[in-house]
């Protein structure tokens, strides 16, 4: 048993080095790659820096991105700075504000879930999607109403689907992506940048999109859920 263990710890340090041996990319959204970094060339005027990656397949192929929207590569432990100060590019920050919100993102992207944003308007799209599907008294008490599944007594699940409840995630990521909210320090892989402003601003950047993504994912499941039921229900009625 103890060899095994052994065995276990050794190939795990092994692929821990050789990831650690890798090149890594960080973009300016927080977004980082990692492989082989094998130059920079110009390409109908754009400027990229090629790196090589493998693929699922552990095949060895070959990526580019566009320098515009790298902040840095590190290569053999050596960071390279890509961006630079340039207000006519609309690059306004200096390098070192720049790095501190390009880190606040790169946070965001590890540690923030929009848990909250998805579950809360997972709710709301269920909730919807069923009581859309509510046939009430009125509605069957109206003279020229006929029931598509033939029901002659209110309930849920009795009348016909409708496109309302898409309106639910729509609204809802708008309204998610409204509040702000105190970022802790628990919450942060690099902690020395606490009450850091540029930070936060590239943190908020990155949640802001998560809750907006986590809501509208969330309230079209809600609404697949209420709908699957509707139409299981009433496939066996």
């Given amino acids: 048993m103890r060899i095994f263990l052994i065995i276990g710890f050794l190939l795990t340090a092994l692929i821990s080095i050789g990831q650690n041996e890798q090149d890594s990319i960080l973009l300016l959204n927080g977004k980082v790659y990692y492989g082989e970094v094998t130059g920079i060339e110009k390409i109908e ?3 990229v820096l090629n790196f090589n990656t493998l693929n699922k397949k552990n095949e060895k192929v070959t990526d580019q991105l566009s320098l515009y929207r790298v ?3 590190t290569k053999n432990g050596q960071e390279n700075i890509m961006y630079s100060q340039n207000e006519f590019l609309g690059n306004y920050l ?3 504000e720049t790095k501190e919100v390009t880190i606040g ?3 965001a992207r590890q540690t923030f879930k929009p848990t909250v944003p998805f579950w809360t ?3 709301l799209g269920l909730g919807v999607s069923v009581m859309d599907t509510y046939l009430s008294q009125k509605v069957l008490d109206k003279a020229n ?3 598509p599944y033939g029901y002659t007594t209110p309930g849920l699940f009795k009348d016909r689907l409708s496109l309302l409840p898409v309106l639910v995630p ?5 309204s998610w992506s409204l509040p702000s909210f105190k970022l802790k320090e628990k919450k942060m892989i690099h902690k ?3 009450n850091n402003v540029n930070y936060y601003r590239g943190y908020h950047r990155i949640a802001k999109q998560k809750r907006m993504l986590g809501s509208m994912l969330g309230g079209f499941a809600g609404i697949a859920t209420g709908w699957t039921t509707h139409l299981i229900i009433n496939a066996f009625n």
């Fill in 192 to 194: 020395s940048y606490f």
């Fill in 45 to 47: 005027g754009d400027s």
């Fill in 71 to 73: 902040f840095s590569y």
């Fill in 145 to 147: 109403y006929t029931n």
């Fill in 121 to 123: 308007t997972y709710t």
């Fill in 94 to 96: 200096s390098v070192n």
């Fill in 105 to 107: 993102s790169y946070d």
């Fill in 170 to 174: 729509i609204v809802a990521s708008v």
